[in-house]
């Protein structure tokens, strides 16, 4: 058998490799064979003074009481064997089932790295007993965008369809400063050109961020006026 071990994961790789040999559905094959082929292999490995893994050898005290199981004669231990036997086939099967599906999760792991998130954050953190511009305080902000969701929930349609979209905050800072490139002041409810909450939430995190920083201001001339936004040169 010219195989390596060094080209299997595992002794159920192995034994998944022995079945496919076969080129046979797993449940038409006589198990036997395939853990006669097996034992063969690593005995063959060990009278080379190969180093083997602990877990093939383990595989291999197991094929083996299996084995001598069934060279035990009598009726009452037919039904023992045929569990063992059993018990084994599923593994392998469930072991290929496994195997197929690696590269569907490998691969979106790959998609994931593409997005970046932030762990959920309570609004209260950006909170501070100073006002942020003018008359306006973090209070009557924090007003406005609740205000902004309540009209999200009533203008919602009756039927929608769902999808699923990661919006970051890095991303909606970079379309406000886009914003503000062709307008230096607009009204605060025109961040918000989509009505989706995941989409509001980043973009008032945004505005926050942009706050602390100190790269845009947002005030309002009078009570119950129209919040500004105004860029800071």
């Given amino acids: 058998m010219d195989i390596s071990l060094d080209n299997f994961q595992g002794p159920m790789d192995l034994l998944l490799h022995l079945v496919k040999k076969k080129e046979m559905d797993i449940r038409e094959i006589k198990i036997e064979i395939i853990i006669d082929e097996y034992l063969n292999y690593i005995n063959s490995l060990e009278k080379k003074n190969l180093n083997i893994a602990s877990s093939y050898l383990v595989m291999s005290s197991e094929l083996l009481e299996i084995k001598s199981r069934m060279l035990l004669p009598g009726s009452e231990l037919d039904e023992e064997v045929t569990d063992l036997k059993e018990n084994l086939i599923n593994r392998i099967e469930l072991y290929e089932k496994y195997k197929e599906i690696v590269p569907d999760f490998k691969e979106l792991e790959l998609e994931r790295l593409n997005y970046k998130t932030k762990s959920p954050s309570s609004i209260l953190e950006y909170k501070k007993d ?104």
């Avoid at 926050?208 to 119950?224: A, T």
């Fill in 130 to 233: 100073e006002k942020i511009e003018s008359d306006l305080t973090m209070d009557i902000l924090v007003k406005a965008y609740k205000n902004f969701l309540e009209r999200i929930e009533d203008e919602k349609p009756i039927s929608t369809k769902v999808t699923k979209k990661e919006i970051s905050i890095e991303s909606q800072m970079l379309r406000i400063k886009e914003k503000f490139k062709k307008q230096k002041q607009f009204d605060f409810n025109e961040l918000f050109e989509v009505k989706s909450k995941p989409y509001v939430v980043a973009t008032f995190l945004a505005v926050l961020e942009m706050v602390r920083h100190g790269s845009i201001k947002i005030y309002q001339e009078d009570s119950f006026k129209t919040i500004l936004c105004e860029a800071v040169e």
